[in-house]
């Protein structure tokens, strides 16, 4: 028995010295796409939000504990167009959170995944909307809730093509009479990571 401990012991040390000298990479990127907004909250009714797609665009930092896995912190902003009582207005979307990102080969080519879990902002501008002869006017207003943010694409070295999800989630914001409203985005963005030793 104490034979096996002794082994399991220098077995481990053996580990922890060779993860001590071994080099960190650390990373950031960039990312720059067209987002379209989905959700039981998104029609062309007129109690609901009318967006259509916008521009997407976001970083991120990552420390990486090996070839393949990295953490982090992940940002992203979409704009979006949308349309209340006939006027076309901007509505925005903010993510901020904790992300872990797999890519599956250590080649130049590979594909990757990620998961993001965070903080979701809906951004509403002032915007009116008509019923009948009636129209009311709701004024600028934000609304926040719990993210989720799966993300899937491939590198070709630094450049990478991505698709990533912010899962639709409800919203309320008293202010802007939006009242439980499901709302996420779906992302196709192109970008570039670049990555350095500590």
């Known amino acids: 028995m104490k034979k096996t401990i002794l082994t399991v012991a220098a077995a481990c040390f053996c580990i922890c010295l060779s993860l001590g000298v071994q080099a960190q990479a650390v990373s950031a990127s960039g990312f720059l796409g067209w987002a379209v907004p989905g959700g039981s909250g998104v029609s062309d009714e007129p109690e609901d939000l009318n967006l259509d797609g916008g521009l997407t665009y976001g ?23 949308g349309a209340g009582g006939g006027d076309i207005d901007l ?14 080969f250590e080649n130049k080519v590979s594909p990757y995944a990620g998961l993001a879990l965070g903080l ?42 991505g698709v990533q999800y912010l899962v639709p989630l409800a919203y309320t914001i008293d202010e802007a009479a939006i009242v439980d409203k499901s709302l996420g985005t779906l992302g196709i963005n192109i970008g570039y990571r670049y990555t350095f030793e500590l």
């Open 120 to 161: 979701s902002t809906l951004l509403t501008p002032e915007y009116s909307v008509t019923t009948g002869t009636e129209t009311t006017v709701y004024p600028e207003s934000t609304g926040s809730t719990f993210g989720i943010l799966p993300e899937a694409g491939i590198y070709f070295g630094g450049l990478f093509i």
């Open 59 to 81: 970083l991120d930092a990552m420390y990486h504990l090996n070839e393949n896995l990295g953490v982090g912190l992940q940002f992203n902003r979409s704009v979006l167009a």
């Open 91 to 104: 509505f925005g979307m903010r993510f901020f959170g904790a992300k872990a990102q797999y890519r599956f």
